[in-house]
């Protein structure tokens, strides 16, 4: 990858990246009351939703740039396990797999609360998958800049 490619990658997953720190921001402003009321539970399970779709946005720009699409009725696995996985010769794996475990929690968490109609959402299950959501906060951080340091160019 050449310095021009990289800078228009980089720029594109910085800007991707950007939506997920706003989300983790709610998350941190809810996190101490969101017990509170049932409102609260909900609008916390409704962040944690939206987390996973920006982490998705983000792994789609990846996979968009080395390796084409991911199709099928089991996308968002597919998607996610992909992003574990190094490409030979073509791109580093984004995600360790520790990080992968906290991203695959999540994302069931999602599935869960896309087709949980009229169920009520369990306080503590919400609370689980917000100290999950924290954990995964660093240590994404930590893969994604060791993602990007073995793509760029000397």
Do not use: C, W
């Amino acid at each position: 990858m050449d310095k021009v490619d990289f800078a228009l990658f980089e720029a594109e997953l910085r800007e991707s990246y950007r939506v997920v720190e706003r989300i983790y921001e709610r998350i941190h402003q809810r996190q101490a009351s969101f017990r509170n009321t049932e409102e609260g539970v909900e609008s916390m399970a409704y962040h944690l939703h939206n987390l996973y779709g920006a982490y998705e946005e983000y792994f789609e720009t990846v996979a968009s740039f080395f390796e084409n699409r991911i199709e099928g009725a089991r996308y968002h696995a597919d998607l996610l396990r992909r992003m574990k996985i190094e490409i030979e010769d073509i791109r580093p794996s984004l995600l360790s797999e520790s990080t992968y475990a906290l991203l695959d929690e999540l994302r069931r968490f999602r599935h869960f609360f896309r087709h949980a109609y009229g169920v009520e959402l369990d306080a503590d299950r919400v609370d689980r998958i917000v100290r999950i959501a924290l954990q995964l906060e660093g240590s994404f951080q930590q893969d994604k800049e060791n993602f990007l340091t073995q793509l760029r160019p000397d």
